[in-house]
């Protein structure tokens, strides 16, 4: 039944969601400033660019090389270790101020996460890929379906981790602000490393 395909896209999406990578650490960082509404701001704009995605595949779109995996490792790669380095600078005269506004930022952080983050393409390039043609082969509803349940993981997923980072600022000092900071630069700038190394190895 094409409703399988649902808790199939559901299941997978948990797993991709709970993995740490750079859209878990922006979530983490807008709500503690924004509140709770960040992390589905941000699965807003996470969603906006799979949206594309599903659509070039649809059209056609599904060949990947070695050469577009490269491509991508290098330039996502590169983004990461650039916003990892602007986040340590930002670090050093922070200070724990929370403000409710600015949903439009979280919504451009969860673009800027997805298409910077190397492992978000590749997946799609291989894993999403090869699940959406395969609900397209039984019918559109089928490949709908499966992205929806994506969705519905990650909006589940990073809703959770906003409210419970939200509740931590009111108890939140400056100092612990940076470190936390400090940590998602450092995170941010492995991860791109990461990839990077990859390349040439």
């Given at each position: ?7 199939f896209?559901?299941?997978?999406g948990?797993?991709g ?5 750079p859209?878990l ?39 990947a ?13 590169g ?8 986040t ?6 922070a200070?724990f ?6 949903a439009?930022?979280a919504?451009a ?33 089928a ?9 519905i993981?990650?909006?589940?997923w990073?809703t ?6 939200s ?24 991860f ?7 390349v040439?190895?």
């Open positions: 039944m094409i409703i399988e395909f649902l808790a896209g559901f299941l997978i948990l797993t969601a709970a993995v740490p990578g859209m650490f922006a979530t983490i960082d807008a709500s503690l400033r924004r509140g709770w509404t960040a992390g589905p701001e941000i699965v807003l704009g996470h969603a906006l660019v799979e949206v594309v995605i599903c659509a070039l595949i649809i059209l056609g779109f599904t060949i090389t070695d050469t577009v995996f490269r491509i991508v490792s290098i330039a996502g790669g983004a990461l270790v650039v916003f990892g380095m602007m340590l600078n930002s670090s050093k005269g200070t101020d929370v403000d409710g506004s600015g439009g930022g919504v952080a969860g673009v800027l996460t997805s298409v910077s983050n190397p492992y978000f393409l590749i997946w799609w390039l291989t894993i999403g890929n090869a699940m959406v043609m395969d609900g397209l082969a039984i019918g559109v509803a490949a709908v379906l499966f992205v929806t349940g994506h969705w993981a990650d909006l589940a990073y959770l981790v906003s409210v419970s980072s509740r931590g600022r009111r108890v939140m000092s400056d100092r612990t602000y940076k470190r936390m900071l400090v940590g998602c630069g450092v995170f941010l700038v492995c791109g490393t990461y990839y990077l190394a990859g040439f190895v």
